[in-house]
């Protein structure tokens, strides 16, 4: 699927595909950055023909974090190192902050890099995102996420009730795990 971490040295250029990609405000370059750099896999971006086309924004969040996520606290600008996980950390969930791309193609790519994720890093914790758009929220009602919490007002919070067997065995079929398994 070609998305790669992104390296510190990469975040202005992250940031910008970010900007460009997402509705609404979203959090500084330095923000992002200092999340990045505390977690080294929050941050996956794609290239396409030398040029970014597509992100995949997943935060590993402690049980700390999840509280804060919880009571509307968590986000980029003011997010604490003990709220999100490093590379040694157990992740008590995952916030998935963004996923998108340019083209329907870096879309679908963007898609499967998080459910390639989720499946083989994260299947034994809860997922929450939050959706902006109109197709934001018809992907959550698809991948089966439940609004679990209006926890700073609107957009709502949504968690996930379990990882989506039919749509990854559609999109998955053969990932970098290797073959898909429809009946694990």
């Keep these: 699927m070609d998305f790669k971490p992104v390296q510190l040295s990469e975040i202005d250029e992250f940031h910008a595909l970010a900007n460009e990609l997402i509705e609404g405000e979203i959090a500084g370059a330095a923000d992002i950055g200092r999340v990045q750099e505390w977690t080294r896999r929050s941050l996956h971006m794609r290239r396409w023909n030398g040029r970014p086309d597509g992100f995949v924004a997943s935060i590993p969040l ?25 590379l040694e950390e157990r992740a008590a969930a995952l916030l998935s902050w963004g996923l998108a791309g340019r083209t329907p193609h870096a879309q679908a790519a963007a898609l499967r890099a998080l459910l390639v994720g989720w499946r083989g890093f994260y299947s034994d914790v809860r997922v929450y995102a939050r959706a902006r758009t109109t197709e934001g929220k018809a992907l959550m009602r698809r991948l089966n996420f439940e609004i679990c919490a209006y926890p700073d007002g609107a957009p709502e919070l949504y968690g996930s009730t379990g990882f989506p067997q039919k749509l990854g065995d559609m999109l998955l079929k053969r990932t970098v795990l290797g073959k898909w398994e429809g009946g694990s």
Excluded: H
């Design 62 to 86: 402690s049980e700390s974090g999840v509280s804060a996520l919880l009571a509307g606290e968590f986000g980029f600008a003011n997010a604490r190192r003990e709220w999100v996980c490093g």
